[in-house]
């Protein structure tokens, strides 16, 4: 059972909205990623976090933003969407002292931007 | 740059069976593989790691082997079931990566029955 929740699951949205996805975790872990997936593709790091006020970009490229200030929650935010921006986000958590911790993953925002 | 190719995008195999899905990886010398689940509409599900000193690791029906000199690594399922139909994901990490993974696109798997 996963203790890391996404919402929304799905939000379809219109250009140019600003559009906030959240993601929590109940674990305590200090490490936090998104990921960006399309379908029958890799997942893509976009952001990710070691604790409380350290975020970073990933290896793709994203006009998106994260904050990171509660250990629990890392929100991802896009101050105007657009269709390109369409895509599946998921968010996950590890812990930071075990060397090749598993990620432990949320099902996920499916983005609709029209 | 780091590539992951993960064998044919879709396996079909009968109940009972066993599945093999490979993991092909090149310019990348990983100190670890992961491999997930992924079932449709959800998020990866962790299953087995291994570590690049290991040759082999196995939980219940599951099995991976690890072959740093080949670049691969090989995932087996024994007396497959239709309940194992899934995407399989492979991810390397390690060295300087500090936690973060690189997937792979993932193989289908349908056990039919």
């Known amino acids: 059972e996963a203790d890391i929740y996404q919402t929304p699951r799905y939000l379809v949205i219109g250009t140019g909205k600003k559009i906030t996805l959240e993601c929590s975790q109940t674990m305590g872990h200090d490490k936090m990623y998104w990921y960006q997936q399309d379908p029958g593709m890799e997942l893509h790091l976009i952001h990710y976090s070691y604790g409380v006020n350290s975020t970073e970009k990933g290896d793709l490229s994203s006009e998106s933003t994260v904050s990171r200030i509660r250990t629990e929650h890392f929100p991802l935010t896009l101050e105007s969407a657009r269709p390109s921006h369409t895509s599946q986000y998921l968010c996950?958590?590890?812990?930071?002292?075990?060397?090749?911790?598993?990620?432990?993953f949320g099902n996920g925002t499916r983005l609709t931007v029209t | 740059s780091q590539k992951i190719e993960q064998n044919s995008e879709a396996l079909n195999i009968q109940e009972g069976k066993t599945a093999t899905l490979t993991c092909n990886y090149t310019?990348?010398?990983?100190?670890?593989l992961q491999w997930y689940r992924q079932d449709p509409g959800r998020g990866p599900v962790f299953l087995l790691l291994?570590?690049?000193?290991?040759k082999e690791k196995r939980k219940e029906r599951l099995k991976v082997t690890f072959d740093t000199t080949l670049k691969q690594s090989l995932f087996h399922i024994t007396a497959s079931q239709p309940a194992d139909s899934a995407t399989y994901l492979c991810a390397l990490g390690g060295g300087t990566s500090y936690g973060k993974l690189t997937f792979g696109q993932g193989t289908i798997l349908t056990v039919h029955p």
């Open positions: 996950a958590s590890s812990e930071f002292y075990r060397e090749a911790s598993p990620l432990h």
């Open positions: 310019n990348y010398s990983p100190a670890y």
């Open positions: 291994i570590r690049e000193n290991e």
